[in-house]
Structures are given as C-alpha cells and as structure tokens.
C-alpha cells in the first residue's frame, strides 16, 4: 500500500497548496464538489485510493502523476472533444507555469502531457509500440478505465452518475443517450483488451460482464 498516496479531500488540498494558491486549490474543490454525475471530486478521490493499493506504483515522478490525475476532468463537457487539453491548460494557469523555471516547470509540463496522452495512449505511441518510460501514461489511463471493472452495485452507481451528465444537459434527449452510449460500448468490446498494464488485467472479464449487462439494459428501453 502507497500511503503517500493523498486521498482524502484535507489530504488532497494539501498536496495542492504545495503547487497551487489557496484561492485556486478553492476554487478547483467548488467546481469539482458541485459537479453532478461521475466526473467530481468522488472521481478523483476513487482513483488516488485505487493507486494507493497497487504495488510498487509510485514512481520517480509521483508528484507529475498525482497532479494528472487531480486535473484530468477539471475541464469537463460531453459535448467538447477538448476536455483532456482544456484541463492540462487549466493545470499550467493554477500553477502559474509561466512564472516556473526548472524541474517543477518540467513537472506541470510533463503532468499536462500525462493528461492529454491517457486518454488514448494508442494513439500518441510509435505505431502502438510502447517504451518505458509511457508506463506512467499507461497507468494513468488503466486506472480511469477501471471502473468498468467495478462490482455490479458499484457499477450500476456508476451508470447512473454517467447518464445523469448527459440527461440534464440542455438539448439532449434519453434517447440520444441511449443511442450514444451504446456505441461506446460497443467501441470497447471492439478492442481486444481494455488495460495496458498486468495489474488491471484480472479486471477484463469484469468489464465485459458490466458493459454486456449496461448494453442489455438500455437495449430494452
């Protein structure tokens, strides 16, 4: 167990006031509490506790990955393909990443790299050839994925909290949702494995038991 993992929400703040102005590391908590649905402060919090279980996981540069994971969904829109950039910028004005010289500029540049990579490493890898030093990448994006992995009670708040973004968007109807949602299930049954690294592999089975049992449900609808 990682226990310098910070997981609490005092834990967490401060973590951030190491990096952050208090009025920023406020702020971050007010949009990030008062966010309904999936993507809040619960979010961040289940992946911190989830890195914390996970053997030999901190690596050299822990403080670049927890920032990434605190501001991967600081930015978040169903509607904008540009959440993961958005976030990384907003990461780089809380730390005031024009004022940085030196190692902790290469930190919050290498975090924001962090973030906008995890969300398809595939795609920003040498003809989907990893190296080494992608494994933080890798763990960043196992670790958001692996709520599909979940138990079924916890996979069903889960769906909820996801649905509910999207229901109380203005515009969108269930049934766009339904239709929407169904393809990125499909999308992920598509690939022939969810998790990069070892550790999250004994979830895979999991998450196509859950997406199988979400994609019946709608189907029904």
Same mark, same amino acid.
């Given at each position: 167990? #990682? &226990?310098?993992?910070?997981? @609490? $929400?005092?834990?967490i703040k401060n973590f951030m006031r190491i990096f952050v102005d208090k009025d920023e590391v406020n702020t971050y908590f007010e949009v990030m509490n008062k966010r309904w649905g999936y993507h809040n402060?619960? !979010?961040?919090?289940? =992946?911190? &506790?989830?890195?914390?279980?996970?053997?030999?996981s901190i690596p050299d #540069?822990?403080?670049?990955?927890?920032?990434?994971? =605190? %501001? !991967?969904?600081?930015y978040y829109d169903i509607t904008s393909k540009s959440n993961e950039r958005l976030s990384a910028e907003m990461l780089a004005s809380d730390c005031k990443i024009d004022d940085l010289i030196g190692e902790p500029k290469k930190m919050v540049i290498g975090a924001q790299s962090l973030?906008? $990579? &995890?969300a398809n490493p595939r795609i920003h890898s040498?003809? @989907?050839?990893?190296?080494? #030093? *992608? &494994?933080?990448?890798?763990?960043? !994006?196992?670790?958001? %994925?692996?709520?599909? /992995?979940? /138990?079924?009670? !916890?996979y069903i708040e889960y769906m909820v909290k996801v649905a509910s973004e999207y229901v109380k968007k203005d515009g969108y109807t269930i049934e766009? %949702?339904? $239709? @929407?949602?169904i393809v990125f299930l499909d999308s992920l049954l598509g690939k022939e494995n969810i998790f990069y690294l070892? *550790?999250? $592999?004994? =979830?895979?089975?999991?998450?196509?038991k859950n997406i199988l049992f979400e994609k019946n449900l709608l189907q029904s609808k």
């Open positions: 167990m #990682n &226990s310098v993992v910070p997981v @609490g $929400k005092n834990e402060i619960e !979010h961040v919090i289940f =992946l911190l &506790s989830l890195l914390r279980e996970i053997p030999d #540069n822990f403080t670049q990955l927890i920032l990434a994971i =605190l %501001y !991967h969904d600081y973030i906008i $990579k &995890s040498d003809k @989907g050839c990893f190296v080494e #030093n *992608w &494994s933080d990448v890798l763990l960043m !994006h196992d670790l958001d %994925y692996s709520i599909l /992995g979940v /138990g079924r009670p !916890h766009q %949702y339904i $239709k @929407g949602r070892e *550790w999250f $592999k004994p =979830l895979e089975d999991m998450v196509v």
